[in-house]
């Protein structure tokens, strides 16, 4: 009986660090509005609206990272770079439609600037790094 592990491989790894980065960043503020002159701040995060699919998103690429693991020695059909990708797009479309509905409503882009929403550049950062995940298994062989 021989024991063999599965690598990790760059691509797995950049999603599964990308998806941790997504779910931090999905818990802080995205944007904040007001809070001066007495008046509290409007604050909001991953989960309003469509942003709760990019929190979703990076569920399901820590799932598609572990899935191999948890089968044992038999290969897995939805371990491919198109299931990573799916995950991918789905996070880039959801976030670009949260950070549109941000930018024309509270108060403009303002309300986004890295100061006042470090969770919308956090979450940002790691949808980038989940695009680029699956553009780094695209065309390698199965490891």
């Known amino acids: 009986m021989t024991l063999q592990r599965r690598s990790l491989g760059r ?8 998806a941790i980065l997504v779910l931090a ?4 503020p995205w944007f904040r509005a007001g ?3 007495g008046i509290p701040p409007l604050v909001g995060n991953a989960f309003e609206g469509p942003g709760i699919l990019v929190f979703l998103a990076a569920l399901a690429a820590l799932a598609l990272v572990a899935l191999p693991y948890s ?6 059909a939805l371990d491919r770079w198109w299931a990573y ?3 991918a797009a ?3 479309v959801a976030l670009l439609v949260r950070v549109l509905a941000i930018a024309t409503g509270a108060g403009g882009l303002g309300t986004m600037l890295p100061d006042r929403a470090p969770g919308l550049w956090l979450t940002a950062a790691g949808v980038v790094g989940l695009v680029f995940a699956a553009a780094e298994m695209y065309g390698r062989r199965r490891d």
């Open 11 to 18: 691509g797995r790894l950049v999603a599964a660090v990308s």
């Open 90 to 92: 789905t996070a880039v």
């Open 85 to 87: 990708a799916a995950v």
């Open 71 to 76: 089968a044992g020695d038999r290969p897995v």
């Open 25 to 28: 960043g999905s818990v802080l």
């Open 35 to 37: 809070g001066s002159d």
